[in-house]
């Protein structure tokens, strides 16, 4: 009897039990290509499969001491994705042995797992590899070769290294608000003819039926070809600036912004989560009666984290019309191929492959559906740093209950399954909303004062100042940068473009990481190893007229110290490589001949 959730064992798959939220989705451990091939002889790659294999088993089976339920089938997947790319990794530097694992070379893999190119994953993704080390030894006694070096103690010890994972966040209410808006408009005007559009395509496609593949591609261009006397698809062609393009891409564009916009309205206005989403069925909207009489709606589907159970959400009309174009959207196809999922996503090249099978649409899919509404070409620029996700539109969801009614919280918890409105509370609403904003809206103030000096400041210094002379030349510029208007102009730009801004005394640090002198993280400068001596020498630091009588003030006490100094000891010596440092900032403050030799006639030369 093997333990749940699996249903089958086999030497290259496990197959697993699902619950109702998968809706008959297969969930398979393929072993068959678990290791890279032609790497390691075969000993090497049995060995190392009989420990993994005994690792997963080993994961399995713990939970249920603990759970007493098991843990679901998704659970054992990503469990599997975990140990397989920690194996991976483990084998492209010659190591197939868990046992063979060192120090050194697990905080290498530490290191790895939190690289900046992994920035834009969940928490989740960085927690599992975490995870997964620290299981290794405390299952060490379950799978054959075992780690034998304890992760948390090196984990500890280079904690200060390492980016911490960030969670899924709101989104501000000043691009999710138009995001809502811009969903809801593209339903409005344009659904009913791109629906009409999709109709036809398959009425061509059944009146198709006994023709080559061929010529049914040759048909279905001639017929997209039409639709250029639409005057809704002109509209849509000059929106997405695909004026060059064929008519048969344009609509698969088309009905992908659609499925997109439909997907941003359910997300952000019912806050499921993209498996919730995945799982819903067609007919999920069902009419109920409100306690005051009136006629309202409420979603039916299956929740991600009660083992399968239904569960209902109530909604509003724009998510019931949202829901009602994908139903007619893939009525056809959920016909022909005998579907019952709401959102289909087909397995040919495009949406007007109506000869591919098509099948329940998946979580990823449904992400970059969103992402790709939220970036089309119509729509404004997304700031630097924003993190779409269907996780954010849950957060931000939350968000918009409390904001308008702060009662509203345990009726919101009840809405999102959680068993405490305290996990609601601070896992999803946060803590004091309008002072987040508030400290928010100031710290944009601070940072928009600090660019305003520098971009308009006649002397600027600082090894920054070379690259930040050259801003106000940028095309975006008008020939009269230095009106208040260009200039308020570019910080919106600078600050949409993510610059951070480190003020002190002594200067301003425009802050990129990979040029940090102060060896400072991913949120900004490190303040413990951070000094002017340090800043001067940094290429993210610049210095204005405002910082001039710091400098001036150093340079005087500085040059006073080494003259009454009569021997050149060591205190001398590193006096004097301060003092070369203030007068480096300084000289850089002097931008014209005119005025440096005016400094120079003052003694700051």
Known sequence: MYPPPLAKVSKSQWL????????????VVEWGDFLPKEKGDKYQREYLLRSCKGLLMALISAPRITRGEGVSSRTVINWFYAIRRLTWWMIERDIYRFSA???????????????????????SYHRSDLRLLQQ??????????????????????????????????????????PLIKDALDWIDSYSEALLEMNSSMWDMARRSVGYRHKEILIRKRMLC???????????????????????????????????????????????????????????????HEESDGLLGFHLSGISAKSGGREKTWA???????????????????????????????PRGNGLTSTLSKCVRMETICISKRLLVFATSPFRPVLPEGVRLHPHAARKTFARFVVLRDKTALESLAYHYGHVHRAITDSAYVGGDIE?????????????????????????????????????????????????????????????????????????????????????????????LERSPDVCAGCSNFTVTEHHRAWWETRYTRERAFLDARQS?????????????????VIASLARTDEYASERAKNGYE
């Open 315 to 345: 909604i509003t009309e724009p998510v019931k019309k949202a829901i009602e174009v994908l139903e007619r959207l893939h009525y056809v196809s959920r016909s022909k191929w005998k579907q019952s999922a709401l959102i289909l996503q």
């Open 101 to 123: 694992l060192t120090a050194r070379e697990i905080v290498d893999y530490i290191e790895t797992t939190f690289k900046p190119g992994n920035a834009l994953k969940g928490i």
């Open 16 to 27: 697993l039990k699902t619950t109702e939220l998968y809706r008959g989705a297969e969930h």
């Open 136 to 177: 290794l030894w405390e299952l060490r006694s379950h799978y054959t070769a075992p780690l034998r070096v304890d992760p948390a103690t090196l984990y500890l010890s280079m904690r200060s290294r390492l980016r911490d994972p960030v969670p899924w966040k709101p989104i501000d209410d000043s691009i999710s608000l």
């Open 568 to 584: 050149k000891d060591q205190t001398f010596e590193i006096a004097r490589l301060r003092f070369t440092r203030t007068k480096q």
């Open 435 to 527: 002072l987040e904003r508030l400290l928010a809206e100031e710290s944009r103030k601070d940072l928009a004062k600090g660019l305003t000096d520098i971009l308009t400041s006649t002397h600027i210094g600082g090894r920054a100042s070379k690259a930040l002379r050259k801003v106000p030349e940028s095309p975006e510029d008008s020939p009269h940068f230095r009106g208040k208007r260009s200039v308020s102009q570019m910080v919106e730009i600078l600050i949409n473009k993510g610059v951070q801004l480190a003020p002190c005394d002594w200067g301003y640090c425009v802050y990129s990481q990979a040029f940090s002198a102060c060896h400072g993280d991913d949120k900004g400068p490190n303040e």
């Open 225 to 287: 070809a039409s639709f250029d006397a639409n005057e809704e698809f002109t509209k849509i062609r000059q929106l997405l600036n695909l004026q060059s393009e064929s008519a048969s891409r344009v609509f698969d564009k088309a009905l992908k912004l659609l499925e997109g916009a439909c997907i941003t309205v359910i997300l952000f206005l019912v806050g499921l989560r993209v498996g919730e989403l995945a799982s819903l069925n067609y007919g999920c909207v069902e009419p």
